[in-house]
């Protein structure tokens, strides 16, 4: 039986398939200490279940609107103005399955065969997945840890071609935590403002896991925000998942033709999601609060366990909840029965296979001298599982 040739383009993603590994062992009686999903450890907060609760009780069972519902859309545009100073309008606001779908909307609607789109590294693993299932070429733009795995805007101006039509970014960034400033998007702002021809996908799911104080957009600056497409969601701040909600907020015309796509795959997200959905958006933010404080305590014992650990190097991440350490001074050692660490993937499985701890690969994101390691789980666990991956290193000759 022979498949479409569209399989052969891009890969699944590394994060899903560490998690699934991670499962097939607990299956087998292992007890797997996973540190390498990106969730939450919360539950929804409950004044969010009881908006979904009522919703089903009101019967909102029935299909929705491709973009959303409108008091949906309208909550998207009150959240943007409150927290951001961002003036949208519902017709800009397209609610989908999820972020991923938003990405994917994005990307299917600006890329075409040839079409170049510029990451900096390291990126969430799905960008350069859903631009090569676009037909689009990845151009991918080096960062390093003494930066901040931030992009420069010398490295942005030298990476646009004629070919560029997209640039891909996160901030706070998946999977280093890193944050842009105000005065750094605003000098990325001026190079992109004289490449009018270039959007600009800046990922904001993380806006909340903030250590740091106030989010900022490069949305902010109206002299490119034609150019802009938001993406944001509720699976990080609100600690919905499962849930499966993400929206973007552009300019009108690529608002349509994302909605004409969405059209074609899934029409408009799930009916009770949305109602929940207005409710964290525009509700009580004390619950997203508490758990970002949460995650600031286990960053900072994480941060005293790497510290611990010989010839890891890592930045404090100022957002998010994960570390991006680099572990290169690992690579060429010998496990105890004699197998050669080569690199990164190769140090993440002998991690999950000896020590039985899930992280991700650095390669998956762009980065190959490093692994992320997610603290979005208990300290309880947070501790056991870097116990295992310290003995694990110290194994290695």
């Known amino acids: 039986m022979q498949l479409s040739s569209l399989l052969t383009r891009f890969n699944e993603p590394e994060t899903l398939k560490m998690a699934k590994l991670g499962r097939e062992l607990r299956a087998r009686g292992i007890d797997v200490t996973d540190l390498s999903l990106g969730e939450p450890d ?4 409950d004044h969010i279940k009881e908006s979904a609760k009522h919703a089903i009780d009101a019967n ?4 929705t609107p491709v973009a959303g519902y409108l008091d949906l859309r309208e909550a998207v545009c009150t959240k943007l103005m409150r927290d951001n100073g961002l003036a949208y309008t519902p017709d800009q606001i397209v609610a989908s399955t999820g972020a991923k779908q938003s ?19 390291p990126y969430w693993v ?3 997945e859903i631009v090569r299932l676009a037909g689009g070429s990845v151009k991918l733009v080096k960062t390093t840890l ?6 420069t805007p010398a490295q942005l101006e030298a990476a646009i ?5 997209l640039f891909m970014f996160s901030s706070p960034s998946n999977p280093t935590g890193c944050l842009y400033s105000k005065d750094e998007l605003e000098a990325l702002a001026n190079i992109f403002k004289k490449h009018p021809q270039v959007f600009i996908m800046s990922d904001e799911i993380y806006e909340h896991i903030n250590f740091q104080g106030k989010h900022e957009s490069i949305a902010q600056f109206n002299f490119i925000k034609e150019q802009v497409v938001i993406i944001n969601g509720l699976s990080k701040g609100f600690a919905m998942t499962g849930w499966r909600l993400g929206y973007i907020a552009a300019p009108v015309t690529l608002a349509k033709a994302c909605e004409k796509i969405q059209g074609q795959f899934t029409s408009g997200p799930n009916s009770i999601t949305q109602r929940a959905a207005i409710t964290a958006l525009t509700g009580d933010l004390r619950p997203t609060e508490e758990m970002v404080q949460e995650f600031s305590k286990r960053r900072t014992r994480v941060m005293e ?14 957002a998010a909840f994960y570390v991006f350490p680099d572990v290169h001074s690992y690579f060429g050692r010998k496990t105890p029965d004699g197998t050669t660490i080569e690199n990164a993937d190769d140090l993440c499985m002998y991690f999950l296979n000896t020590a039985h701890v899930s992280t991700v690969t650095g390669s998956a994101f762009g980065e190959p001298n490093c692994i992320r390691i997610s603290f979005a789980n208990s300290l309880d ?14 194994t290695l000759q």
Do not use: Q, W
């Open 126 to 128: 799905t960008y350069s």
């Open 60 to 63: 909102y069972s029935h299909y």
């Open 305 to 318: 366990l790497l510290a611990g650990m010989p010839g890891v190097i890592c930045n404090e991440p100022p």
């Open 381 to 394: 666990k947070i501790e056991a599982g870097f116990s295992k991956i310290k003995n694990a290193l110290a």
């Open 103 to 121: 990405i994917a909307n994005i990307v299917l609607a600006i890329v075409d065969a040839g079409d170049e789109v510029i990451i900096p590294t």
């Open 42 to 45: 919360f539950d929804t907060p």
């Open 146 to 151: 003494e930066s901040g795995f931030k992009i």
């Open 161 to 165: 071609t004629d070919k560029t039509r």
